[in-house]
T-cell receptor, first 113, second 114 residues
Framework: AQKITQTQPGMFVQEKEAVTLDCTYDTSDPSYGLFWYKQPSSGEMIFLIYQGSYDQQNATEGRYSLNFQKARKSANLVISASQLGDSAMYFCAMREIADKLIFGTGTRLQVFP | DTEVTQTPKHLVMGMTNKKSLKCEQHMGHRAMYWYKQKAKKPPELMFVYSYEKLSINESVPSRFSPECPNSSLLNLHLHALQPEDSALYLC?????????????FGPGTRLTVT
């Protein structure tokens, strides 16, 4: 069973607008972590934001925020004030107790002027 | 400093060659990882080292041989690879231990097997 689902293969957003990238997950483990990574065409995976399953507040890091809805098992990434440099592939990932990071299939974001 | 370095950046090798990929981190992390990523796919975990011991091997063929000489270094030795092994190989590190911590990735090595 797929544990991380990203249903948007591609998204477009205009510069300076906000965009939401969807991620749903499936786990029976009460303790888990959710991550978002950005991968530009250069290939490097850049860590953006982390949400722990017990965290009461939604995580925020600069222009990135994570809309965590535990009951719905969703962990959507919100990018505010999009920039041209935000164009990249974005992966949602989950880690349970075992030291394994499981990735979704990714969403390709393109920011246009 | 959240830097993980990988060398080489690009590697072309024949099916009979032996080569090694290298990864280094100086963040004091105790867990290190190798991932393989094919084009337009997410990374797939290959190996995990925790406190310099191999803790996870995701049924990777023996033509890939990992090595962790010390807590800062991680190698991946390659021998008798197949063309389908061509991919981006990513190294990552994290704090390790019982908690759930983010992994920091290196820039990757783009491997082409001819």
């Amino acid at each position: 069973a797929q544990k991380i689902t990203q249903t948007q293969p591609g998204m477009f957003v205009q510069e300076k607008e906000a965009v939401t990238l969807d991620c749903t997950y499936d786990t029976s483990d009460p303790s888990y972590g959710l991550f978002w990574y950005k991968q530009p065409s250069s290939g490097e995976m850049i860590f953006l934001i982390y949400q722990g399953s017990y965290d009461q507040q939604n995580a925020t890091e600069g222009r990135y925020s994570l809309n965590f809805q535990k009951a719905r098992k969703s962990a959507n990434l919100v990018i505010s004030a999009s920039q041209l440099g935000d164009s990249a592939m974005y992966f949602c990932a989950m880690r349970e107790i075992a030291d394994k990071l499981i990735f979704g299939t990714g969403t390709r974001l393109q920011v246009f002027p | 400093d959240t830097e993980v370095t990988q060398t080489p950046k690009h590697l072309v090798m024949g099916m009979t060659n032996k080569k090694s990929l290298k990864c280094e981190q100086h963040m004091g992390h105790r867990a290190m990882y190798w991932y393989k990523q094919k084009a337009k796919k997410p990374p797939e975990l290959m190996f995990v080292y925790s406190y310099e011991k191999l803790s996870i091997n995701e049924s990777v063929p023996s033509r890939f041989s990992p090595e962790c000489p010390n807590s800062s270094l991680l190698n991946l030795h390659l021998h008798a690879l197949q063309p389908e092994d061509s991919a981006l190989y990513l190294c990552a590190s994290s704090q390790g231990g019982q908690g759930i911590y983010e992994q920091y990735f290196g820039p990757g090595t783009r491997l082409t097997v001819t």
